[in-house]
């Protein structure tokens, strides 16, 4: 019995240092618990606004799927965030001119 209950305790402590021991996923993040972090007010409002924009314009929604479209609100995106908030800039100023 003394033999088995050392052997439990070994076991124990190999145990407890594999549970401490980080898992493959821990280093990559998974695309569906991305989403679950943007709020939903503001997906929504995403959400509506893209229906807005396709049906205001008589596009598909089929344009929002495409590369130079997500290329596009990339880039909306990032200069937003490079810009500070008090910088009175409207949106038409950084989108080019249709004749160019």
């Not at 076991?11 to 996923?25: F, I, T, V």
């Amino acid at each position: 019995m003394l033999a088995h209950s050392r052997s439990c305790q070994l076991r124990r402590k190999e145990y407890d240092l594999s549970s401490k021991q980080r898992k493959m996923n821990h280093y990559y993040r998974s695309p569906s618990n991305d989403q679950n972090q943007i709020p939903k007010r503001i997906k929504d409002a995403i959400t509506s606004s893209c229906v807005e924009f396709v049906a205001q314009d008589s596009q598909s929604f089929k344009l929002l799927e495409g590369s130079g479209f997500v290329r596009l609100a990339k880039q909306l995106f990032d200069t937003g965030s490079i810009l500070s908030s008090t910088t009175n800039i409207e949106i038409e100023d950084l989108l080019p001119d249709p004749t160019t």
